[in-house]
């Protein structure tokens, strides 16, 4: 049976009323009267709740629920003026005696003429009169089926959910369900399991056919699993005509997610006490900013335990959403709400407009895109429909999921974006339903996501969605640096980049910007991406920037400059990002948020330039230099010995090798990188460059360390390095100074007030962690450490 409308339930609750409300008599059936109750909300007490169910109490009796729906209410009925403050430690005291999955979420307790409704997870009270209980339906929505819309991000229910879906995925694994199959399964399973909680089935549908249809020992769940799947994807007409009255009762989905047919699983008794474990959490609370990297670290332990880490949080996301669009289309609404015609004329421009994410993910993007248009799309509706009988509002909510568009490269995380964008599609027609107390629910579904399976830089994104039609653009591509892509990533990249002089230096990401500038030429398309910063710093934002803002005339109209990538996972360490918003047109206001501290929200301002660094200046390219503008000594890279740490020595190891090998004393210098500089570590190098072959074969421990470094160059993937291999007694990059030298840490902390500079005299050696300014006097050291403690240089 569908969901009831509040309108509906509202008029049954007030026929409830007149039916009780005058009932005089002590010994008036209390089970009558709680059937009767429950069908106000369209649910039948048979299916979902038993009466007197004998459980024990904390001190070994007996005791009775009056009525108990396992998972969801526990009912204590007293006779005409009882004490109910006492009903309900009376029913607190049954809670010993249940499973934790039976655990309700909330108390209800009565005596006929009075109500009151404990809600256990947020320890509110609310007490009413039965003539209030027309006024006061709203607070059973979890009886009905509409689902509070109360998110918090880091809600333990996600990590539960997390850990047990983990668990149940686990096991499947260990007996052989693997691969697309087993992703597909566990799908379809979340999708239930949401369905159940949010009103898309029958309230705990899916919860208690598992419950009451399947036998304890799981022997026949994975059958009763495939006909619930299967009945999920045959309409009504074509089901059997002898179909289980209960299987009968899950609606038909379409939209292909239980289309294609999957191998019968294999459960037992546990597997089954886990499924039925995850039914009994809370799915309607999931946050649908973490929708799809739940789903995702289902599938990963390491993702499992550190949740947190492993989704975009939704103050990012709107970081890029709002100045790329939505800040924008309110400000629309707010000037065309009072006007008829142009705010209907708004309300269908709303659902004209087109969103791709070429690097989607799961669809976290997407997913709160969507919620924000839908939650402007409901204050339209508001204002149209104030003071008006709502009947049909199916026909006027013009917002759908077919809108939104994406390009991602793992299947599995593809299929939980269309999955994930339907989810919060139901969400967002349950807050229409409790808004104009008219049920809506768009089953069977007719409209689904475009998320293509794909390499988003080898698909022509126009194959995906046509450049003359779409909006926007966003997302936060993949980051890699230049220096750690993948080989394959290297050859995906060269077709895009192979345009621009010099692009061996771009960062992966690099290439989303290039595909989206080519994409947006000669249209209106507005594009909004997250980088790490190295995009608009060093080499990339000369090259980068140069190629896009004077051959593909691209213009920066928002801006976030470098903050604090919000992270919750311990251990982690910070990334630092910007945000860019770019299009092929100059007409547009330009926006640039900084941050005075980068932990914390930005300011904004409007500029009139944004350029290649995220500053408001103009944007000048300065060509990279190898000798300083001054007549000082140049700042060089450290030595680099390439030894697989052969060569590299603690004092006390030095001591000791020197106790075995004498003649090796006068070979070695301290060793001084960024890591020895910042905590004052002694360590030493063997530096046999000015060793005679002679005397270096009458060493033969060190000769020991030689051969160890020759077989490791051997081994190195990087030709340059196998080259070296028989020159095995030399750094590959010898940079040593006989001379007075700076040492300045290539990477060092941003909480730091200044950059660390060491000055140290010979014979000591800069690692190639670092960089070394040969030959330097105390003056330039003095001078580096002014600008250093500045940090204007």
Same mark, same amino acid.
């Given at each position: 049976?569908?969901?009831?409308?509040?309108?509906?339930?509202?008029?049954?609750?007030?026929?409830?009323?007149?039916?009780?409300?005058?009932?005089?008599?002590?010994?008036?059936?209390?089970?009558?009267?709680?059937?009767?109750?429950?069908?106000?909300?369209?649910?039948?007490?048979?299916?979902?709740?038993?009466?007197?169910?004998?459980?024990?109490?904390?001190?070994?009796?007996?005791?009775?629920?009056?009525?108990?729906?396992?998972?969801?209410?526990?009912?204590?009925?007293?006779?005409?003026?009882?004490?109910?403050?006492?009903?309900?430690?009376?029913?607190?005291?049954?809670?010993?005696?249940?499973?934790?999955?039976?655990?309700?979420?909330?108390?209800?307790?009565?005596?006929?003429?009075?109500?009151?409704?404990?809600?256990?997870?947020?320890?509110?009270?609310?007490?009413?009169?039965?003539?209030?209980?027309?006024?006061?339906?709203?607070?059973?929505?979890?009886?009905?089926?509409?689902?509070?819309?109360?998110?918090?991000?880091?809600?333990?229910?996600?990590?539960?959910?997390?850990?047990?879906?983990?668990?149940?995925?686990?096991?499947?694994?260990?007996?052989?369900?693997?691969?697309?199959?087993?992703?597909?399964?566990?799908?379809?399973?979340?999708?239930?399991?949401?369905?159940?909680?949010?009103?898309?089935?029958?309230?705990?549908?899916?919860?208690?056919?598992?419950?009451?249809?399947?036998?304890?020992?799981?022997?026949?769940?994975?059958?009763?699993?495939?006909?619930?799947?299967?009945?999920?994807?045959?309409?009504?007409?074509?089901?059997?005509?002898?179909?289980?009255?209960?299987?009968? $009762?899950?609606?038909?989905?379409?939209?292909?997610? @239980?289309? /294609?047919? #999957?191998?019968?699983? &294999? *459960?037992?008794?546990?597997?089954?006490?886990?499924?039925?474990?995850?039914?009994?959490?809370?799915?309607?609370?999931?946050?649908?900013?973490?929708?799809?990297?739940?789903?995702?670290?289902?599938?990963?332990?390491?993702?499992?335990?550190?949740?947190?880490?492993?989704?975009?949080?939704?103050?990012?996301?709107?970081?890029?959403?709002?100045?790329?669009?939505?800040?924008?289309?309110?400000?629309?609404?707010?000037?065309? $709400?009072?006007?008829?015609?142009?705010?209907?004329? @708004?309300? /269908?421009? #709303?659902?004209?407009? &087109? *969103?791709?994410?070429?690097?989607?993910?799961?669809?976290?993007?997407?997913?709160?895109?969507?919620?924000?248009?839908?939650?402007?799309?409901?204050?339209?509706?508001?204002?149209?429909?104030?003071?008006?009988?709502?009947?049909?509002?199916?026909?006027?909510?013009?917002?759908?999921?077919?809108?939104?568009?994406?390009?991602?490269?793992?299947?599995?995380?593809?299929?939980?974006?269309?999955?994930?964008?339907?989810?919060?599609?139901?969400?967002?027609?349950?807050?229409?339903?409790?808004?104009?107390?008219?049920?809506?629910?768009?089953?069977?579904?007719?409209?689904?996501?475009?998320?293509?399976?794909?390499?988003?830089?080898?698909?022509?994104?126009?194959?995906?969605?046509?450049?003359?039609?779409?909006?926007?653009?966003?997302?936060?591509?993949?980051?890699?640096?230049?220096?750690?892509?993948?080989?394959?990533?290297?050859?995906?990249?060269?077709?895009?980049?192979?345009?621009?002089?010099?692009?061996?230096?771009?960062?992966?990401?690099?290439?989303?910007?290039?595909?989206?500038?080519?994409?947006?030429?000669?249209?209106?398309?507005?594009?909004?991406?997250?980088?790490?910063?190295?995009?608009?710093?060093?080499?990339?934002?000369?090259?980068?920037?140069?190629?896009?803002?004077?051959?593909?005339?691209?213009?920066?109209?928002?801006?976030?400059?470098?903050?604090?990538?919000?992270?919750?996972?311990?251990?982690?360490?910070?990334?630092?990002?910007?945000?860019?918003?770019?299009?092929?047109?100059?007409?547009?206001?330009?926006?640039?948020?900084?941050?005075?501290?980068?932990?914390?929200?930005?300011?904004?301002?409007?500029?009139?330039?944004?350029?290649?660094?995220?500053?408001?200046?103009?944007?000048?390219?300065?060509?990279?230099?190898?000798?300083?503008?001054?007549?000082?000594?140049?700042?060089?890279?450290?030595?680099?010995?390439?030894?697989?740490?052969?060569?590299?020595?603690?004092?006390?190891?030095?001591?000791?090798?020197?106790?075995?090998?004498?003649?090796?004393?006068?070979?070695?210098?301290?060793?001084?990188?960024?890591?020895?500089?910042?905590?004052?570590?002694?360590?030493?190098?063997?530096?046999?460059?000015?060793?005679?072959?002679?005397?270096?074969?009458?060493?033969?421990?060190?000769?020991?360390?030689?051969?160890?470094?020759?077989?490791?160059?051997?081994?190195?993937?990087?030709?340059?390095?196998?080259?070296?291999?028989?020159?095995?007694?030399?750094?590959?990059?010898?940079?040593?100074?006989?001379?007075?030298?700076?040492?300045?840490?290539?990477?060092?902390?941003?909480?730091?007030?200044?950059?660390?500079?060491?000055?140290?005299?010979?014979?000591?050696?800069?690692?190639?962690?670092?960089?070394?300014?040969?030959?330097?006097?105390?003056?330039?050291?003095?001078?580096?450490?002014?600008?250093?403690?500045?940090?204007?240089?």
């Amino acid at each position: 049976m569908a969901m009831l409308s509040w309108n509906e339930i509202r008029a049954r609750a007030i026929s409830f009323t007149n039916e009780w409300k005058d009932e005089k008599n002590e010994n008036a059936e209390a089970k009558s009267f709680w059937n009767d109750f429950l069908n106000v909300f369209g649910i039948s007490r048979r299916r979902v709740a038993t009466f007197e169910e004998r459980v024990k109490t904390l001190d070994g009796r007996n005791g009775y629920i009056d009525l108990l729906w396992k998972g969801v209410l526990v009912i204590e009925h007293k006779s005409r003026g009882k004490d109910l403050e006492r009903a309900y430690k009376q029913a607190k005291d049954y809670f010993p005696g249940l499973k934790e999955s039976e655990l309700p979420k909330y108390i209800l307790v009565s005596d006929f003429e009075k109500f009151v409704l404990y809600d256990l997870e947020t320890d509110a009270k609310r007490t009413f009169s039965i003539e209030q209980f027309h006024q006061n339906i709203e607070l059973f929505g979890f009886i009905a089926g509409y689902q509070k819309q109360d998110y918090k991000e880091q809600d333990p229910v996600n990590i539960k959910a997390a850990e047990k879906m983990g668990d149940l995925h686990d096991k499947l694994k260990a007996i052989g369900y693997v691969g697309n199959n087993l992703e597909v399964y566990l799908v379809r399973l979340l999708f239930c399991l949401f369905a159940d909680d949010t009103g898309i089935f029958e309230k705990n549908l899916f919860r208690d056919y598992i419950e009451q249809d399947t036998t304890e020992d799981g022997k026949d769940l994975a059958l009763h699993i495939e006909n619930i799947f299967s009945t999920l994807n045959t309409p009504d007409a074509n089901r059997f005509k002898n179909i289980d009255e209960n299987l009968n $009762k899950f609606p038909y989905v379409n939209g292909g997610l @239980f289309e /294609k047919h #999957l191998p019968l699983a &294999s *459960f037992d008794s546990e597997m089954r006490n886990l499924l039925l474990d995850c039914a009994a959490l809370d799915w309607g609370r999931i946050s649908p900013a973490v929708f799809g990297s739940l789903f995702q670290s289902v599938m990963n332990k390491q993702q499992r335990r550190e949740l947190g880490a492993h989704y975009t949080s939704e103050e990012n996301i709107l970081k890029v959403i709002k100045p790329l669009f939505l800040d924008e289309l309110w400000r629309e609404f707010e000037s065309v $709400k009072g006007n008829r015609r142009k705010l209907e004329d @708004f309300h /269908k421009g #709303l659902s004209t407009l &087109s *969103f791709l994410d070429p690097a989607c993910g799961c669809g976290n993007f997407l997913i709160i895109a969507y919620r924000e248009l839908r939650l402007l799309e409901l204050e339209i509706l508001r204002k149209q429909l104030s003071g008006q009988m709502v009947l049909e509002i199916d026909s006027l909510v013009l917002i759908d999921v077919d809108q939104f568009y994406g390009i991602e490269i793992d299947e599995f995380a593809s299929q939980i974006a269309s999955v994930a964008l339907w989810l919060i599609d139901h969400q967002m027609n349950m807050a229409v339903s409790n808004e104009f107390g008219e049920y809506f629910v768009r089953l069977p579904l007719k409209k689904k996501p475009n998320i293509i399976y794909g390499n988003s830089l080898k698909i022509d994104w126009n194959e995906v969605a046509s450049n003359k039609k779409l909006s926007f653009i966003l997302g936060n591509p993949p980051f890699i640096g230049s220096s750690i892509m993948t080989d394959e990533q290297k050859e995906e990249m060269n077709p895009i980049t192979g345009v621009i002089k010099k692009s061996g230096s771009l960062d992966y990401v690099a290439a989303w910007y290039i595909k989206a500038a080519d994409y947006i030429q000669h249209t209106k398309i507005k594009v909004g991406l997250v980088s790490t910063n190295s995009i608009v710093q060093g080499d990339q934002a000369i090259i980068l920037w140069h190629y896009l803002f004077n051959t593909k005339r691209i213009t920066i109209h928002f801006a976030h400059q470098t903050f604090k990538w919000t992270n919750e996972a311990r251990g982690k360490a910070a990334v630092y990002c910007v945000i860019i918003g770019f299009s092929n047109h100059n007409d547009l206001t330009k926006s640039l948020y900084s941050y005075p501290d980068i932990s914390r929200d930005p300011t904004v301002l409007s500029v009139k330039n944004i350029n290649q660094y995220l500053l408001d200046a103009q944007s000048i390219f300065i060509e990279k230099r190898s000798n300083p503008i001054s007549d000082v000594q140049p700042m060089l890279y450290g030595s680099k010995p390439a030894d697989g740490g052969y060569f590299i020595f603690t004092e006390i190891e030095m001591e000791e090798f020197i106790k075995l090998e004498p003649l090796s004393a006068k070979y070695f210098r301290p060793w001084v990188g960024a890591r020895e500089l910042v905590n004052n570590i002694k360590r030493f190098c063997l530096y046999l460059a000015d060793c005679p072959p002679p005397e270096l074969r009458k060493m033969p421990y060190v000769m020991r360390r030689v051969e160890g470094v020759r077989k490791m160059r051997l081994e190195s993937k990087k030709e340059s390095t196998r080259k070296w291999a028989d020159a095995s007694s030399s750094f590959t990059e010898d940079r040593v100074t006989n001379g007075n030298i700076l040492i300045i840490p290539r990477v060092t902390s941003e909480n730091r007030k200044y950059i660390p500079i060491g000055y140290f005299e010979p014979p000591t050696v800069c690692s190639d962690a670092a960089f070394q300014v040969v030959d330097a006097s105390l003056y330039l050291f003095g001078k580096y450490t002014e600008c250093s403690s500045h940090s204007t240089f």
